[in-house]
């Protein structure tokens, strides 16, 4: 299983970036995904998880500015962030799988699969 992250960089307070988790070598399709955060010297935060079906959840820092969506013939799924902010500023990680518990992680060693991250910085 391979998850890989990309899309980060240096956005303006207010600006969007979208990132992308590619999925491989699950041996089911359509697998229930993460994305999560961890800014320097702060704990792990889960930002928005996806389930197959397609539902999507967020958590409240994030609700309303930030769109989770997957495209199942790319095993792709993607973190559409908008109104960026300075909070906003981490390392992201997408992980699998996604649970009704993932909100409660305290780290990606809680995942069974994770990505390597991608670095969101927001700043002027």
């Known amino acids: 299983v391979q998850l890989v992250e990309s899309g980060g960089g240096l956005v303006q307070p207010g600006g969007s970036l979208r990132l992308s988790c590619a999925a491989s070598g699950f041996a089911f399709s359509r697998p229930a995904i993460s994305w999560a955060r961890q800014a320097p010297g702060k704990g792990l935060e889960w930002v928005s998880g996806i389930y197959g079906n397609g539902d999507t959840y967020y958590g409240d820092s994030v609700k309303g500015r930030f769109i989770i969506s997957r495209d199942n013939a790319k095993n792709t799924v993607y973190l559409q962030m908008n109104m960026l902010k300075p909070e906003d500023t981490a390392v992201y990680y997408c992980?699998?799988?996604?649970?009704?518990?993932?909100?409660?992680?305290?780290?990606?060693?809680?995942?069974?699969?994770r990505g390597q991250g991608t670095q969101v910085t927001v700043s002027s």
């Open positions: 992980a699998a799988p996604f649970t009704s518990g993932s909100y409660a992680y305290l780290g990606l060693w809680e995942y069974d699969y």
